[in-house]
């Protein structure tokens, strides 16, 4: 193994110091009490946890943002589909709309030291083609269409497409360049250690470098002196994993946390009378239910039963969870493209009716008789699944949503059996050993997609199986739609191949879509600054919702 893969990033006294103020004593991870905005410190509250740093295996929301604050980006999204410059300072195309030259800021150090360049940015695009269908399959979409990436200089950046690409910049913009003398060496071979290799002290050379990490427990970063943007205002930023939301919430009452995100609903009103400020806007978070669409899935053949699914959807009071489990910071879901994506979502779509009688016909047509205790009987077994919940993520509204899922589910003979986890051990439970999906048949999970569809568009690809896709779906016409948007750079002509992808996943319902969650933020007024993001505080597309916080005046 080559030194370098376990190369540690070097900390000064500084940093050191900024680890033990903002978590109170190195050992007593996750305090963080002893830092505010007096100094400068961010401190953030989530339930979101982050188990890795590997941008090549993570898909946590916390993670990827945290990565996006220690790694250079091309460039930054903003508040639409729009990217703003970050390494790179400006872009062009050339008439054949096939090659795109990025001119990049100078100045930039690793945190050991070597320069960012260019051909940092070059190596991660050709590492990341070189292994598109294996280790960095998560990361693909970002370089779809893409023939080669070179740097002419230090400073330039030349990709040549194979084809026009729509929203090229936006795709590029979302890659995050790693140091190629730490990760050249790991992509030798099959390239298997770049989703293996722990990074738990990435080499940083973002706005940010990292203090510490500790698994799923806190994230503590410094500003990187040779950063080569414009500096935060932000002396350090700490992120604290909570389990517990009754303790998250306590911790921002008793000014431990500086930001909590996401609020539970439960607690909007106690956090708003203690005087802090509380944000609520339409967000592209949904939540939905993931229907195992895999053939390797054997013992209950009857959950790809399309009347099944049918019925399924039917029997999903969205209005009551919206009510009920989220206080009315929700409304009823649809499609997999959120309304607040505008001309993207398709109108056509709307939430399936709640309406029992028709579930239960459903079924019944289906030829699922109902046994003496009630449950229906399919394939010489009871209609009884376990249904998957990381209870980190899906919080205490989405316990309760699924109580009222399972509550309605027994009016129509199926029996749900709710088994909670954290987000790690559900998703290896949804995929299963060597990736079979062979052994789970329901989840309930959501999506924060962004607003281009095309990352979730993406997510239910054949080549995303094993990836990105709890549902084990392929279904080669989408794939083949998928690519045609992908390619289409006008909009117009854009628009409905996406809208016809949206009525495919409705018409297979690999997800059934349950319910559009509003994000509920909360953060001290000792702060300004802060971005209301359809994503969310933590934005795994930008780093704008940190850096443009300061301590108020």
């Known amino acids: 193994m080559a030194a370098d893969r376990n190369r540690r990033t070097r900390h000064s006294r500084a940093s050191r110091a900024l680890a033990l103020t903002v978590l109170g004593t190195a050992l007593a991870l996750p305090s963080m009490a002893m830092a505010d905005a007096s100094n400068g410190v961010l401190r953030v509250g989530t339930s979101f ?98 023939d080669t990436a070179v740097a002419s200089d230090d400073q330039t950046l030349v990709v040549t497409f194979k084809q026009p690409t729509a929203n090229a910049v936006g795709r590029l913009a979302q890659l995050i360049i790693v140091p190629e003398h730490i990760w050249a060496p790991l992509a030798e071979g099959d390239g298997a250690a770049l989703s293996s290799f722990a990074n738990d002290q990435p080499v940083a050379g973002g706005a940010f470098t990292l203090a510490r990490f500790e698994p799923d427990q806190a994230i503590i970063m410094q500003p990187n002196p040779n950063y080569y943007g414009t500096p935060t205002a932000l002396k350090g930023v700490g992120i604290q994993f909570f389990g517990d939301s009754t303790a998250m919430v306590s911790a921002l009452l008793n000014d431990q946390i500086d930001v909590l995100t996401p609020l539970p609903v439960t607690s909007v009103d106690a956090v708003t009378k203690a005087g802090l400020n509380v944000a609520n806007f339409p967000g592209l978070r949904f939540h939905n239910l993931i229907l195992n669409s895999s053939e390797n899935q054997t013992a209950f053949p009857e959950i790809r039963d399309p009347k099944v699914r049918e019925a399924f959807a039917h029997a999903i009071d969205r209005a009551k969870i919206a009510d009920v489990a989220y206080l009315g910071y929700a409304v009823p879901g649809d499609a997999m493209v959120p309304k607040v994506t505008g001309e993207w979502s398709n109108p056509a779509i709307v939430p399936e009716t709640f309406d029992l009688e028709r579930a239960n016909a459903l079924l019944d047509e289906a030829g699922y008789a109902k046994g003496a205790d009630g449950v229906r009987v399919a394939n010489g077994h009871p209609m009884r699944y376990k249904v998957l919940i990381p209870a980190n993520v899906e919080g205490a509204e989405g316990l309760r949503a699924l109580d009222i899922v399972t509550a309605d589910f027994k009016q129509i003979g199926v029996e749900l059996v709710p088994e909670q986890g954290d987000s790690s051990t559900v998703s290896d439970a949804i995929v299963g050993p060597d990736n079979t999906y062979a052994s789970s048949t329901i989840a309930q999970w959501g999506w924060i997609p962004q607003m281009d569809p095309d990352f979730i568009l993406s997510v239910l690809l054949c080549k995303q199986v094993g990836g990105l896709n709890e549902s084990g779906y392929c279904n080669p016409e989408y794939d083949e739609l998928y690519d045609a948007q992908a390619s289409e750079i006008d909009p117009a002509k854009r628009q409905p191949i996406v809208w016809k992808m949206q009525e495919i996943t409705q018409r297979d319902r690999p997800y059934i879509v349950t319910v559009q969650q509003n994000n509920i933020e909360a ?31």
């Open 49 to 146: 946890t982050c188990s890795s740093l590997n941008p090549y295996s993570t898909t946590q929301s916390s993670c990827l943002t945290a990565l996006r604050l220690l790694y250079p980006s091309l460039g930054q999204a903003g508040i639409g589909s729009e990217m703003t410059p970050d390494l790179a300072e400006s872009w062009s195309v050339d008439e054949t709309g096939l090659i795109w030259t990025f001119k990049l800021k100078s100045g930039g150090q690793w945190s050991d030291g070597q320069p960012v360049t260019a051909k940092d940015a070059a190596f991660t695009i050709t590492m990341l083609l070189a292994h598109a269908d294996g280790p960095t399959a998560r990361r693909a979409r970002a370089i779809a269409n893409v």
């Open 523 to 553: 953060y001290s007024p000792k702060w300004t600054g802060f971005v209301e993001d359809p994503i969310g505080f933590l934005n795994y597309t930008s780093n704008r919702t940190f850096v443009n916080l300061r301590p108020a005046e």
